[in-house]
């Protein structure tokens, strides 16, 4: 299929105007192409000519609309570092409708109702961090929006200082948040809080559309999904920077990407949001701010779910399931396969190992891939090396039970550790180039994000240590 062939459906204007307000873009001036993502493009059973066709830029620009496309910003609320705002909605993106499952948004296509007085326009280095990071979620294993594409422009617009704008073609399975649920809740109109979840049901959880009891199982599927992921996001060192209830995915996906990051030397405590004063939403604490963040989905939902069931609901996750699902994605980084129950002590041990010897995170697991009983090469990327030596005893001792040979073992942890993640410092560089007008490290990022297990020699250098100036920064929320 090629950009002209493209024909879209809009299931969500099915719903009551005041779930979203129609839009139009405003193009961007002198609009070109950065990157196009034929990975993403397969989604949509897009031609990868397509990177080729005048169209596509167009497309992202807003000036070529697809058959069956029309334009719309959606309402939601959401609570913001604690705080119920009433008013939010996608201030900056424009849903053009639904292709074999996929929406389509563009973001950074001007103002919206719900823009609050902001521009409406995305800076060229947002859009390359999301545009790259989502791709890389995705071959990590992890739920998550996609990108189709970018274009940069000569339209500027200032953030902390003068920049050009651009626009990332998002795609995801579904927008709904946690926080358009809330809109309704506490605007008392629960008709349309019950059309939101019948909506939700049949675009995200089908198979439960003739269950006379789907309300509540579809809450509970969005705690089971919401607790696999951030044990996911825990596992592989990942920091959101803003999880406020309007950046929660009612399908379980990882959404909104700003000021996030990939950990470093590791931190438990570490704020990858500068506007995070108190660390809300720091790495440590994303599990707990995201049953914060279940509690007020519940809270949302009472008026058409008993709030009872839900509750009990709430209890398994910090009982069983959150726990559940980070010992068992940590053992498999660890190569353990025999499942035990002091497994979580084992866990609990290194990370604390990991915070007192400031080790690169990606690093450590890459190298205890390889672990042979020889402790030098873990000593030599550690500055404290004896905590770590300390729990490698602990682990020398674990690693006896297994019946795995090293070499199947290796081979495991091969595909559970990656070589490369896109650290924060990897992604400036490529916006620096970016905005000199080389877009060569975008495309090689891009490939490096889908091949995060690979050996790569070319790209070698982005395997090791972050340097120590660009180590676990802080980024702001227009990052």
Request: net charge negative; aromatic share 12%.
């Amino acid at each position: 299929m090629n950009i002209d062939n493209m024909i879209l459906q809009t299931p969500y204007l099915s719903l009551d105007e005041e779930f979203y307000n129609l839009t139009k873009s405003d193009p961007l001036e002198e609009p070109y192409l950065i990157s196009f993502n034929p990975g993403a493009a397969s989604l949509i059973n897009l031609d990868e000519e397509s990177a080729n066709d005048p169209l596509l830029v167009s497309l992202l620009n807003g000036t070529f609309i697809p058959k069956g496309a029309s334009p719309f910003a959606m309402c939601y609320a959401g609570h913001q570092f604690g705080h119920y705002n009433p008013w939010l909605g996608d201030g900056r993106a424009n849903n053009l409708g639904t292709l074999n499952g996929w929406n389509l948004q563009t973001k950074g296509s001007g103002e919206t109702l719900y823009s609050r007085s902001a521009d409406g326009r995305a800076a060229i280095r947002s859009s390359i961090r999301e545009y790259l990071m989502s791709e890389s979620m995705f071959h990590l294993g992890i739920a998550t929006t996609r990108a189709l594409g970018i274009i940069g422009s000569k339209t500027k617009i200032i953030r902390n200082a003068v920049e050009n704008a651009a626009v990332v073609m998002r795609m995801s399975t579904s927008w709904v948040r946690f926080g358009t649920f809330e809109y309704f809740y506490y605007r008392r109109e629960y008709d349309k809080l019950h059309s939101l979840a019948e909506y939700v049901i049949e675009e995200s959880y089908p198979h439960l559309q003739n269950d006379e009891d789907r309300l509540l199982k579809m809450f509970c599927e969005v705690v089971d999904k919401t607790a696999t992921l951030i044990a996911q996001w825990q596992a592989i060192g990942f920091n959101h920077g803003v999880m406020n209830t309007d950046n929660m995915s009612i399908a379980g996906l990882t959404i909104d990407y700003g000021p996030f990051a990939m950990m470093d030397d590791f931190n438990f405590g570490y704020i990858c949001n500068c506007s995070d004063t108190v660390g809300r939403y720091s790495y440590g604490e994303q599990p707990n701010i995201a049953y914060w963040n279940l509690t007020m989905l519940a809270k949302a939902l009472s008026p058409i779910i008993p709030k009872d069931k839900m509750d009990k609901k709430l209890e398994e996750y910090g009982a069983s399931l959150y726990p559940n699902a980070y010992i068992e994605v940590m053992c498999n980084k660890l190569g353990l396969s025999e499942k035990l129950d002091s497994d979580a002590e084992l866990v609990e041990e290194l990370v604390i190992a990991l915070h007192d010897a400031f080790v690169d995170y990606t690093l450590f697991f890459r190298t205890l891939s390889h672990y042979d009983g020889n402790r030098e090469p873990l000593y030599d990327i550690a500055m404290d090396p004896v905590v770590i030596d300390k729990w490698l005893g602990m682990y020398d001792k674990r690693l006896l039970i297994e019946n795995s040979t090293y070499e199947q073992r290796t081979q495991t942890m091969l595909q559970e550790n990656p070589k490369y993640v896109l650290k924060n410092h990897m992604l400036q560089e490529a916006i620096v180039l970016a905005e000199k007008g080389d877009y060569s490290r975008v495309e090689e990022l891009l490939y490096i994000a889908a091949h995060p297990y690979d050996e790569l020699p070319e790209f070698e250098h982005f395997a090791g240590d972050t340097p120590e100036e660009y180590k676990n920064i802080g980024l702001s929320c227009s990052s």
